[in-house]
């Protein structure tokens, strides 16, 4: 799975739009994007994902370029609850990729009041 | 409908000692994966399973074991703990096996090991 390069660390002001970034460069055309979130002392929460289209569902949008190198993930009115830990994932879904999910270290994104 | 169900939540253990973590996936969910989370840093899989065969397995050492069971729960073992054994273990289950479906997690057990 290709690796992905995350900010360590983001604050957003409370009711604004959160833009969190994510590299893969290195990402192959059949492998998917997928943003999963951490809250403290909980399991990762599943986002969103997709492949080369803009996405959006009732959580967040996903906006991957053309080149698909690099994506960002919205969340459009930042609540103090979002903060959490952000996670982009890179990863191929098929008959052989079983379901590892490669976690790096993620971006901690800070709400403020 | 209950999430995924993890036990026991925490759980102290001396070095040497053996463990047994279980995981009980949503109704449904087929698959389950386990991940290893140590303090600051992303989970790292260790095991999937699909209607009870493995299907994958990260670079973990045979200390670590798991089985799927017919109803489709998962026990996590682990053999001659090490301090660095201690993490948050995290259980995660999907509908299918292959399928980029989300991969829903439990909380967590977590294992501190003296």
């Known amino acids: 799975d290709a690796k992905t390069t995350q900010p360590p660390s983001m604050d957003c002001a409370e009711g604004r739009a959160a833009n969190l970034p994510c590299n893969h460069s290195t990402i192959s055309g059949n492998e998917y994007v997928y943003w999963y979130r951490q809250i403290h002392s909980q399991g990762p929460q599943y986002i969103i994902h997709g492949l080369k289209n803009n996405e959006t569902n009732e959580m967040a949008s996903l906006i991957i370029t053309e080149d698909r190198k690099s994506s960002t993930l919205i969340l459009p009115h930042a609540t103090l609850r979002d903060t959490a830990v952000y996670y982009c994932?890179?990863?191929?879904?098929?008959?052989?990729?079983?379901?590892?999910?490669?976690f790096g270290e993620g971006t901690q994104l800070t709400v403020n009041p | 409908d209950a999430g995924v169900t993890q036990s026991p939540t925490h759980l102290i253990k001396t070095r040497g000692q053996h463990v047994t973590l279980r995981c009980s996936p949503i109704s449904g969910h087929k698959s389950v994966s386990w991940y290893q989370q140590v303090l600051g840093q992303g989970p790292q899989f260790i095991f999937q399973?699909?209607?009870?065969?493995?299907?994958g397995r990260g670079n973990f050492p045979d200390r670590f074991s798991a089985r799927q069971f017919p109803n489709y729960s998962s026990e996590l073992n682990v053999n001659a703990l090490l301090l660095g054994d201690s993490a948050l273990y995290l259980c995660a289950s999907s509908q299918s096996g292959t399928r980029h479906y989300g991969y829903t997690f439990g909380s967590g057990t977590r294992l501190t090991v003296v």
């Open positions: 994932i890179v990863r191929v879904a098929g008959e052989t990729s079983g379901s590892r999910l490669t």
């Open positions: 399973y699909y209607e009870k065969e493995e299907r």
